[in-house]
C-alpha cells in the first residue's frame, strides 16, 4: 500500500449492501501488502501471535477481524494512515449483518457465501439451458419450481425459500441496480413450469424488463436450431465487482453440488465460454420476439 494512490477506491457505495464482499476486499488488500513486503502468512501470523490459518480465513474474507487484530496488522504491515482508514471502514461493513443471515439454518454455508457475493456484484452474465434464473424468476414460477423441482424441501420450508429467492431481487432496483446479462435456452422457455398460466406471466415479465430497463437486462435466447455450443451442459453464473480490487467470480450449481470458483485460470475458461455462447444466440430483438412469440403460445 504505502503512499497513497489515487486510483485507490474507497468503501464502495455499490456493494454497501453486502459485508460478504468487505470482508473478501478487506482480506485482498491485506494479503497484497503482506506480499508487498515478502512476508508469508506463517510469518504475519508469528509477528501478530495469531495462527497461520486465521492469517488465510482474514486473507479469504471467510473469517471476521476484530478491530484489535486489524490495528494489530496494520502495525505490522506497516501501512499508512490513510490506508488504514480504508480498510477499517471495510472491516466495519463486513462486520454488519446481512438479510440472508436470517436464513442460515435453510441453505448450506456456501450458496449463503454466493448470496453475499450476488448482493454486491456489479454485474452477473448468466447462462441457463432448462429453468430462468432465479434473478429473473416470478414468485409463482420460484414457487412451482421450489414445489416441483427439490423432493427434499419440506412444505414448511417453501415459503422462506420463495421469500429468500424474492429478496435476492431487491438488488435489481434501486439507486446501483444490479446489471444482468443472460443467455436463456429455448428449453427453458418452452417447460411449462407452474402450467401455462405461470409460465405466460413468466415470459411476460422477461419481456418487460428488456423493454422497459435495456440498459439493465440484456437476454439473449439460445435457440434449439443452435445445436451444440460451448456453454453446453450445466448452468452457470459469471460475477463482476465494482471495486477493480476484486476479480471475476463463477457460481455453478447442479443437482447434487454447488461452488464458487475463484481460481483465475478457471474463471477465464467461462468468461471466454459465456461470450461465445452470446455470440451463436439470437440478437436482443430476435430474443425478444420469441420469448413474445412463446408467451402468446401459452393458453
Known amino acids: 500500500m504505502g503512499a497513497k494512490s489515487a486510483s485507490t477506491p474507497r468503501v464502495s457505495q455499490t456493494s454497501l449492501t453486502s459485508p460478504t464482499v468487505h470482508a473478501w476486499e478487506l482480506g485482498i488488500r491485506l494479503r497484497e501488502r503482506r506480499e508487498e513486503l515478502g512476508m508469508t502468512a506463517v510469518a504475519a501470523g508469528r509477528a501478530s501471535r495469531i495462527t497461520q490459518a486465521y492469517v488465510s480465513g482474514v486473507e479469504a474474507g471467510r473469517v471476521k477481524l476484530p478491530a484489535d487484530r486489524l490495528a494489530q496488522l496494520i502495525k505490522i504491515y506497516e501501512i499508512d494512515p490513510a490506508d488504514a482508514t ?160 476484486l476479480p471475476e467470480l463463477v457460481w455453478q450449481e447442479v443437482l447434487t453440488s454447488s461452488d464458487i470458483i475463484d481460481q483465475s485460470s478457471r474463471v477465464a475458461d467461462y468468461v471466454v465460454t459465456f461470450a461465445e455462447a452470446q455470440e451463436r444466440a439470437l440478437d436482443s430483438t430476435e430474443s425478444l420476439a420469441m420469448i413474445q412469440r412463446i408467451a402468446k403460445e401459452m393458453t
Open 86 to 245: 480504508e480498510l477499517e471502514e471495510l472491516r466495519v461493513a463486513a462486520m454488519q449483518r446481512a438479510w440472508w443471515h436470517q436464513y442460515s439454518q435453510l441453505f448450506p454455508a456456501e450458496f449463503l457465501r454466493f448470496l453475499g457475493y450476488e448482493a454486491g456484484a456489479e454485474h452477473i452474465r448468466s447462462y441457463h439451458s432448462e429453468l430462468v434464473d432465479g434473478l429473473l424468476q416470478t414468485e409463482e414460477y420460484a414457487r412451482a419450481i421450489i414445489r416441483g423441482g427439490n423432493t427434499y424441501v419440506r412444505l414448511t420450508e417453501m415459503e422462506r425459500r420463495i421469500s429468500a429467492r424474492m429478496a435476492r431481487q431487491q438488488r435489481l432496483n434501486g439507486d446501483h441496480p444490479l446489471r444482468v446479462t443472460a443467455v436463456i435456452g429455448e428449453g427453458a422457455l418452452r417447460q411449462q413450469v407452474g402450467g401455462p398460466t405461470v409460465m405466460r406471466a413468466q415470459l411476460d415479465h422477461l419481456a418487460a424488463l428488456m423493454i422497459e430497463r435495456p440498459d439493465q437486462f440484456e437476454f439473449r435466447v439460445m435457440p434449439f436450431t443452435a445445436g451444440a455450443h460451448p456453454a453446453l451442459g450445466g448452468p452457470f453464473q459469471i460475477l463482476s465487482f465494482p471495486s477493480p480490487r
